[in-house]
């Protein structure tokens, strides 16, 4: 059996609970980042790592940039959380762009990549945050409604409040990848 753990940075919440539901899946430890030593990945054969998208950005990602020499003998699982809808190609495409930027394409190759939803508290959202999206529905609300896409439009109806798109089923991929490495 493949020794596994999870490793994950969360600011609002989501990406810890995929976390735990994939480490509860594959019966393995889970760590936050902070509190996970980068020496300790030798002693997993498989690393799944999991980050908040914030402005395309994955957060936590230098966790796996700076240490690649100890990850790149090592399956390496990376899964993004947002709440950018991932079924729509324009979403995924923008955060592999931008994943692009920050991995060397020998990182990028080796990766097993996916995207899950996550959702959005405005209460909880620090002053920047809900700064970018107060412009970010400024911006929306001037252009006419119908030439929106389904999910901008979804934003602008759901501003202000609490909306949780995560959903335990979208996991199922990341537990049957590292079940298969």
Same mark, same amino acid.
């Given at each position: 059996?493949?020794?596994?753990?999870?490793?994950?940075?969360?600011?609002?919440?989501?990406?810890?609970?995929?976390?735990?539901?994939?480490?509860?899946?594959?019966?393995?430890?889970?760590?936050?980042?902070?509190?996970?030593?980068?020496?300790?990945?030798?002693?997993?054969?498989?690393?799944?790592?999991?980050?908040?998208?914030?402005?395309?950005?994955?957060?936590? @990602?230098?966790?796996?940039?700076?240490?690649?020499?100890?990850?790149?003998?090592?399956?390496? @699982?990376? $899964?993004?959380?947002?709440?950018?809808?991932?079924?729509?190609?324009?979403?995924?495409? /923008?955060?592999?762009?931008?994943?692009?930027?920050?991995?060397?394409?020998?990182?990028?190759? /080796?990766?097993?990549? $996916?995207?899950?939803?996550?959702?959005?508290?405005?209460?909880?959202?620090? $002053?920047?945050?809900?700064?970018?999206?107060?412009?970010?529905?400024?911006?929306?609300?001037?252009?006419?409604?119908?030439?929106?896409?389904?999910?901008?439009?979804?934003?602008?109806?759901?501003?202000?409040?609490?909306?949780? $798109?995560?959903?335990?089923?979208?996991?199922?991929?990341?537990?049957?990848?590292?079940?298969?490495?």
């Amino acid at each position: 059996m493949k020794r596994i753990v999870v490793i994950y940075e969360s600011r609002y919440g989501s990406t810890r609970r995929y976390a735990e539901w994939i480490a509860e899946a594959l019966s393995c430890s889970f760590y936050e980042k902070d509190i996970f030593k980068p020496e300790d990945f030798t002693n997993y054969d498989v690393v799944i790592y999991g980050g908040g998208l914030y402005a395309g950005g994955v957060s936590g @990602i230098k966790l796996l940039t700076k240490n690649w020499e100890l990850l790149r003998d090592r399956e390496v @699982i990376l $899964f993004t959380c947002g709440l950018a809808d991932p079924e729509d190609p324009d979403n995924t495409a /923008h955060i592999r762009k931008s994943l692009s930027k920050v991995l060397s394409p020998e990182m990028f190759e /080796h990766l097993h990549l $996916f995207h899950l939803r996550g959702g959005i508290d405005y209460d909880k959202l620090s $002053f920047v945050h809900k700064s970018m999206m107060a412009m970010l529905r400024k911006s929306l609300a001037r252009k006419d409604r119908d030439s929106l896409r389904e999910e901008d439009r979804q934003l602008l109806d759901t501003y202000g409040s609490c909306v949780d $798109f995560t959903s335990k089923e979208s996991i199922q991929p990341i537990v049957q990848c590292a079940l298969s490495l």
